[in-house]
């Protein structure tokens, strides 16, 4: 979760290498979105069957997934702010949607299985919508599941972190009961425009 700024002044050396850090936040972020549109997802391309583990640390295969929709996001809890705003902006969407019970499931899937272990990534959901499901693995399985879902995902070493970041595509994917692409939210959707989009998609297929 997001800490309020601390009241007294900040070292200027201190708001130097915050600024860097943000620059080079933002660097990625446009890298991710300026990349070729043939290289985003498209309607109806994507999915693979696989087996992970969840944020209860069981088993959970894609074949739980089928039968109903699925709101799937790709990230990693130590990501500093496209996937706590898009996680956020997933849980707004869905409060005013208000679908049925049960009619679509909130889905994270980690890009950085090393450190995003099933407790880590129950702690981390439990700031957002009830009904999400966290789901981690190991490398090669990840890796299979973002080969599938054409997810672009990077570790990224920079000097001025103690630990790796990732880079990473960040749209969130409708997928429908039988498996299929039905929609590619952006970060241009709000969460009114993904509510209105949901209830039309969702209910107009029931």
């Known amino acids: 979760m997001t800490h309020p700024p601390p009241r007294h002044s900040a070292h200027p050396a201190f708001r130097g290498l915050m600024i860097a850090a943000s620059v080079a936040l933002l660097c990625l972020a446009v890298a ?3 990349r070729p ?3 985003r997802p498209s309607v109806g391309e994507v999915g693979v069957a696989f087996t992970l583990t969840d944020h209860n640390s069981k088993p959970f295969s894609s074949d739980a997934l089928q039968g109903h929709y ?8 130590l990501c500093p702010d496209i996937c706590p705003t898009e996680l956020q902006r997933i849980t707004d969407a869905l409060r005013l949607a208000d679908l049925p019970k049960g009619a679509l499931t909130p ?4 890009i ?5 272990t099933p407790t880590v990534l129950k702690a981390y959901l439990a700031n957002f919508h009830p009904d999400f499901i966290g789901l981690t693995g190991t490398e090669a399985q990840i890796d299979a599941v973002i ?5 672009y995902a990077a570790k990224v070493d920079h000097p001025d972190y103690s630990d790796y970041m990732m880079d990473h595509s960040s749209f969130i994917y409708l997928i429908g009961p039988d498996g299929e692409l039905l929609k590619l ?6 969460p009114a425009m ?8 969702v209910t107009s297929r029931d």
């Open 37 to 39: 549109a043939a290289e």
């Open 194 to 201: 993904m509510a209105d989009a949901l209830k039309t998609l």
């Open 70 to 77: 699925n709101l799937i996001f790709f990230g990693f809890t």
């Open 112 to 116: 950085d299985p090393a450190r995003d």
């Open 185 to 190: 939210f952006s970060k241009t959707d709000t």
């Open 107 to 110: 889905v994270l899937i980690t």
């Open 32 to 34: 991710v979105f300026m």
């Open 147 to 151: 080969a599938g879902y054409k997810v």
